[in-house]
């Protein structure tokens, strides 16, 4: 697990650059001469970076030195944000996102997929939940910082200090990380077929609408809840939605390993997902209801994805780093699509207010899908009038 935790620390900058940008939009549209809406269109460069590069060159670069692969994209990731903090214009701000969403996807499929070979597959689900929970961590310990920081000094301070905690990661990887088993080579047709197979695909789906849900009211959450409960200062509800998060991410591991059922804590999760922010413009105004629902959203926000990992691993155990990678895609490409949608829908004229709405809604469909999905296999995999056909996978593969 020492290993993993190294790993982890790569992930804890990661966690921070992704979610301190929506801290940061009102700052950088006055910076820039922008408006709220154009400015969150940053988190949509990097998410849809992250979703383009995490299949692409995860899959590419299999079979070649993973701990060369990790500690490079750590290394352009770092760069990126120093070049974001330089950036004199909107649209250099923007390529320089790009960047570093290309550098921070490559990271975080490699280095899931490592830390699942690094254990028993007895503690799968603990290291995948360190990871999580490295990016779990940055979020609650780094974003209200990162803010409060931004809010001092100016939001360019707050890159740099990514980029100072980035350096630090690659150089803990560069001296401590051992090096990594390689994983087979995937062709073109193995990343096709894991998109077209059909226990694969609906869990990918879930995610996807997942991350809809949660960056698309996330980028946003300052308008709305300026709005909906007269909030000006957002820092505190950044740390309880972190602090979900990371409560969340560390719970999750150990249950799935405990009762090797993946999908009933996916259904638990995307319920609580939906019920806190269908309930957040109400609770708004409320300072203490609001960052409980922010605490509930964080949680189920940042556990689902360790049983859905868990789950792709058991559908398709010869091709985890494909998989794994895909599901990368399909949450940060669920991100940028959530982005883009919510500072749409605020530049047509939606009330923030009525954003939480809209995005639970989207996970109510994650919800439905992920129980439809159940019941088939469920159906699937019951018993039969004829003679049962043995079983590839386990008892708990099927749940």
Do not use: K
């Not at 609906?202 to 996807?208: E, R």
């Not at 959203?297 to 895909?326: F, I, K, T």
Request: glycine residues 12%; contains cysteine; charged residues 10%.
């Amino acid at each position: 697990m020492r290993n993993v935790l190294l790993l982890a620390l790569g992930s804890f900058t990661l966690g921070l650059d992704a979610y301190v940008m929506a801290g940061l939009l009102p700052a950088i549209a006055d910076d820039t001469g922008t408006t709220v809406a154009l400015a969150g269109q940053l988190v949509t460069a990097f998410t849809l970076a992250y979703a383009v590069s995490a299949p692409l060159f995860a899959s590419l670069l299999a079979g070649r030195r993973p701990r060369a692969a990790l500690t490079g994209s750590l290394a352009v990731f770092t760069v990126a944000n120093a070049l974001t903090a330089l950036a004199p214009t909107f649209a250099l701000l923007v390529a320089a996102r790009v960047a570093a969403g290309a550098g921070a996807g490559l990271y975080a499929a490699l280095s899931t997929a490592a830390a699942a070979t690094m254990v028993p597959a007895a503690r799968r689900g603990r290291a995948l939940a360190l990871v999580m929970g490295g990016m779990g961590s940055g979020t609650v310990l780094g974003v209200p910082l990162g803010v409060l920081l931004a809010e001092h000094t100016g939001w360019r301070a707050t890159l740099w200090l990514l980029t100072a905690l980035g350096a630090a990661a690659l150089a803990g990887l560069l001296c401590l990380l051992p090096p990594l088993p390689a994983q087979p080579q995937a062709s073109v047709r193995d990343r096709l077929a894991a998109v077209a197979d059909r226990r694969v695909a609906p869990v990918v789906g879930v995610s996807f609408l997942a991350a809809v849900a949660s960056l698309g009211l996330y980028t946003y959450l300052a308008p709305v809840l300026r709005e909906a409960g007269g909030v000006h200062a957002v820092t505190p509800y950044l740390w309880a939605w972190g602090l979900g998060g990371v409560l969340g991410s560390v719970v999750a591991g150990p249950l799935v390993d405990r009762t090797r059922r993946a999908a009933a804590p996916v259904t638990t999760v995307l319920a609580l997902i939906v019920a806190a922010e269908a309930l957040l413009p109400a609770l708004a105004p409320h300072a203490l209801a609001a960052g409980a629902a922010l605490l509930v959203w964080g949680a189920g926000g940042w556990a689902l994805q360790v049983p859905q990992q868990h789950r792709l691993l058991e559908l398709s155990p010869g091709r985890g780093p494909v998989v794994l990678a895909l599901n990368g895609s399909a949450l940060y490409l669920g991100s940028a699509v959530g982005s883009a949608l919510g500072g749409a829908a605020l530049a047509a004229g939606l009330a923030p207010r009525a954003l939480p709405w809209a995005t639970a809604a989207a996970a109510a469909l994650g919800l439905a899908a992920h129980l439809a999905a159940t019941g088939r296999a469920a159906r699937a995999d019951g018993p039969r009038p004829t003679a049962a056909l043995p079983s590839t996978l386990g008892d708990h593969e099927h749940s």
